[in-house]
């Protein structure tokens, strides 16, 4: 595996989720939109970070995306909770 594949993966994700935060106005789209861009820069990070010898801290990337897909999870807790109670009433 090379450095370019994690990253054209992650531009990609990145791509998709700028998409669907631009074509929908719908409020679920947009998250999944704002979900898939921070998955996108994720997935960068820790390929990056994976392939990356002359780091002092090669696993920095990957913790980096371990947080990113806890604040995407909360971010998505917030969404479905804000959306059920906007269907309730």
Sequence with gaps: MTVL?????????????IFATAYRRQPAALLRGILLMGAGAAVAAAGASRLASASFDPLSGQGF?????????????LGVGVFARGTSR
Excluded: D, N, W
């Excluded at 594949?5 to 989720?17: H, K, N, R, S």
């Excluded at 995306?65 to 807790?77: K, W």
């Design 5 to 17: 594949q994690p990253l054209v993966a992650g531009a990609a994700l990145f791509a998709i989720g």
């Design 65 to 77: 995306a371990v947080i990113v897909v806890f604040g995407s999870l909360a971010l998505a807790a």
